[in-house]
Structures are given as structure tokens and as C-alpha cells.
């Protein structure tokens, strides 16, 4: 089998970051695959290689235009990037998430604003006929800059907000009582193809459901229905991207809303799932096969 190298990029020190990425390295080697963590900032000759994945650059959103300039050159050269880079650029900012819905997918529901106004805040309760929404920006991570508002909003928040939002896009959505009741579910695709899901339950009196503020994650199967919500969005998406995670809620009448696609550097869990890894490593290696000489 041909020797094929690529490059998984990480940070320089992953720090307290719980990774499992290092599942993956095996399978890879049984394809052929010489696995190589670079940090993303290291400047190597990318030609060194035949392919790039994007693993875990979790620190890219405060340097995002230093992070895309490097994605860029690592395009420009003969290594592969995955996923690529036209999926990173529209997966960025959740705008996306209207091409989501234009194609006739669930989402939660949203509203979309390019600047703040104090003003305007007593309205988002009438607009999604609701007296709890949240409020977060279109380009963020890690529920950072999320709040849960509740009618009428007291001055010194809305101080908060206009200093967090001003000049800034940013979404308001009604608050979906569902992830604190039952949770968020994240399903794994691998090439358009299911792999494996897990629940992510905020810890007691939290809505947030990310790791670093105390969520519970089980692996479970797909409650009914959510798979093939979960595949008809992924089967939507062009180019397919090799790897990819989607986020549901259960909305308040029991159908499945997408929260976000991950498409860029999600944790894939490949830990919760015994066979994640090889249907990660034979994905990637499936598809570099396709697009190998492009
Ligand atoms: N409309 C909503 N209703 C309830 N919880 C929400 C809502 N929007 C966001 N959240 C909570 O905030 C978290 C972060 O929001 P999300 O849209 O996933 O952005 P990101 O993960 O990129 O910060 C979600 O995982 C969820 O816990
Ligand atoms: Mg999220």
C-alpha cells in the first residue's frame, strides 16, 4: 500500500482539552496513513504532505483571519484539505444556518440583526411570540457572548448587551425548553454517512450543554425520527464534508430543530463509539482517494 502522509492540525499545548483524536491514528496507519500532529501556527512546507485535517485548532476563533489565511495556504499547495476550505468559510458564521432552512430543514427558529439597539430588545418577545429568548452572536463558540433573556429586560443587561452586541451580528431565538429537560443531540456523519450519536445534558439549573460548563455526554442511539432529519441535512450539503457533527433540540412541538452544524474542528467523540474511529479513518481515506490529483 502507498505510504501517504498527513497532517492533523492541533495547538502548539492542547492544554486541559479532553481530545481523542489519537484514536484515529491506527486506523489510519492500517490505510496507509502516516499521521503527523502539526500546531497550526508552525508554518511548516504543507507540500510535505499529502493531506491536511483540520482536527482540533480550538483556539482559531480569536485569530480567525490568521486561521483562514493559513487554511489558505495549506489549499494552495499539493496537500488535500479537509474539510475544505469553501465548507469552512460558509460553516463559520451561522448565517449559514438560513441556506439550512431555505432547503426545507428544520431549524430552531431565528432572527437575524447586523447591529444592537436597546430599543429593539422588547420587541424579539413579540417577534417569536414567546417571554424567554436567547440572544447570541452569529460568529461564536462555546455558548461565549450567549444569553437567556426573559421579559421585560432589567437596564443593567441591557447595558451588557448593547456593550456585547454593538456592531455586531448576532441571532435571537426563542428559548427551547427541551435542552434542559432532555438535552442536545449530536450526530456524527462521515462522508454523508451516520456513524454515531451522543446527548449532552447541562448540568442543574444550566442551559448550556458544552463539557467546560459541567454537561453530562452519553452515547445514545437517535431517538426516532432524528436520524433521518440528521441525514437529509447532511445529504443537502455540497461539497460533503468528509466529517461533520449536527446539534438538535426537540422543539416544543416534538420536532427535531437543528441548533448548528459543526463542520470545521468539532470534537468527534470518536471515545463514545467503538467502531468511530476506522469509519472516521476510512471516510477521509476514501475520499482522498477520490480527490486525489485534483
Ligand atoms: N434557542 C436556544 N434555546 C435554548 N438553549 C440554547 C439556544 N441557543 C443556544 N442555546 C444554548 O447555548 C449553547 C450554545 O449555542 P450554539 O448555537 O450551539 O452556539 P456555539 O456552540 O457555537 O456557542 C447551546 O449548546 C445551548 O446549550
Ligand atoms: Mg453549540
Request: hydrophobic residues 40%; glycine residues 6%.
Amino acid at each position: 500500500m502507498k505510504n501517504k502522509r498527513v497532517a492533523y492540525l492541533v495547538m502548539d499545548d492542547m492544554g486541559d482539552y479532553v481530545t481523542d483524536f489519537h484514536l484515529s491514528v491506527a486506523p489510519m496507519a492500517e490505510l496507509g496513513w502516516e499521521v503527523v500532529g502539526v500546531p497550526w501556527r508552525s508554518d511548516p512546507d504543507w507540500g510535505r504532505f499529502d493531506a491536511v485535517y483540520i482536527c482540533t485548532p480550538w483556539d482559531y476563533p480569536k485569530f480567525a483571519e490568521e486561521f483562514l489565511s493559513v487554511l489558505q495556504t495549506i489549499e494552495a499547495s499539493r496537500a488535500l484539505l479537509l474539510n475544505e476550505l469553501e465548507t469552512v468559510r460558509w460553516n463559520l458564521d451561522k448565517s449559514y444556518m438560513k441556506d439550512v432552512e431555505a432547503r426545507g430543514d428544520d431549524i430552531v427558529p431565528s432572527r437575524w440583526y447586523d447591529d444592537f439597539s436597546a430599543a429593539d430588545v422588547s420587541a424579539f418577545f413579540g417577534e417569536h411570540d414567546v417571554d424567554k429568548v436567547v440572544i447570541k452572536p452569529t460568529i461564536g463558540a462555546n455558548a461565549m457572548d450567549t444569553f437567556v433573556l426573559t421579559n421585560p429586560v432589567p437596564d443593567a443587561l441591557l447595558d451588557r448587551l448593547t456593550q456585547t452586541f454593538s456592531g455586531r451580528s448576532f441571532i435571537v431565538q426563542p428559548f427551547i425548553e427541551g435542552i434542559q429537560e432532555e438535552g442536545e443531540y449530536s450526530l456524527f456523519f462521515f462522508n454523508g454517512q451516520y456513524s454515531h450519536a451522543i446527548l449532552k445534558t447541562p448540568k442543574t439549573g444550566d442551559f448550556r450543554v458544552q463539557e467546560e460548563h459541567g454537561a453530562t455526554i452519553t452515547p445514545v442511539s437517535p431517538p426516532d425520527g432524528l436520524q433521518a432529519v440528521a441525514a437529509r441535512v447532511f445529504s443537502h450539503l455540497e461539497p460533503l464534508p468528509v466529517y461533520g457533527r449536527g446539534d438538535w433540540v426537540r422543539g416544543p412541538d416534538g420536532r427535531f430543530l437543528l441548533m448548528e452544524l459543526e463542520l470545521i474542528e468539532p470534537s468527534l467523540y470518536l471515545r463514545t463509539d467503538s467502531g468511530a474511529a476506522l469509519r472516521f479513518a476510512r471516510a477521509f481515506d476514501q475520499r482522498f482517494e477520490e480527490l486525489a490529483g485534483k
